[in-house]
Nanobody
């Protein structure tokens, strides 16, 4: 299997920035597209961003487009989510996930999930 470990979450003031990292181990990292999802208390998990296996294409939810950037470094087996201009409504647990294929905007495409990291944005 693939193990995914997120880091970089924390408490930040509105308008600030955070960079999340997701380190992968196990099966070959480059075989998987990677995505970031987030889940706020009492709400369903929602898609935030995804990147294809080679890093050639990226996808973003409308709510984060222009503020968040996803990138991957296959040599380091790591995917990143750079979050700028953070808003209180970005507060959530953020999960990284690995997909062997499928429609990357859908949670069902992802076979492996990390444990999540808390991001809290204060007003």
């Amino acid at each position: 299997q693939v193990q995914l470990v997120e880091s970089g979450g924390g408490l930040v003031q509105a308008g600030g920035s955070l960079r999340l990292s997701c380190a992968a181990s196990g099966r070959t990292f480059s075989n998987y597209a990677m995505g970031w999802f987030r889940q706020a208390p009492g709400k369903e998990r929602e898609f935030a961003a995804a990147v294809t296996r080679s890093g050639g294409s990226t996808y973003y939810a409308d709510t984060v487009k222009g503020r968040f950037t996803i990138a991957r470094d296959n040599a380091k087996n790591t995917v990143y989510l750079q979050m700028n201009s953070l808003k209180p409504e970005d507060t959530a647990v953020y999960f990284c996930a690995a997909a062997p294929g499928g429609i990357l905007l859908k949670p069902g495409a992802y076979r492996y999930w990390g444990q999540g990291t808390q991001v809290t944005v204060s007003s």
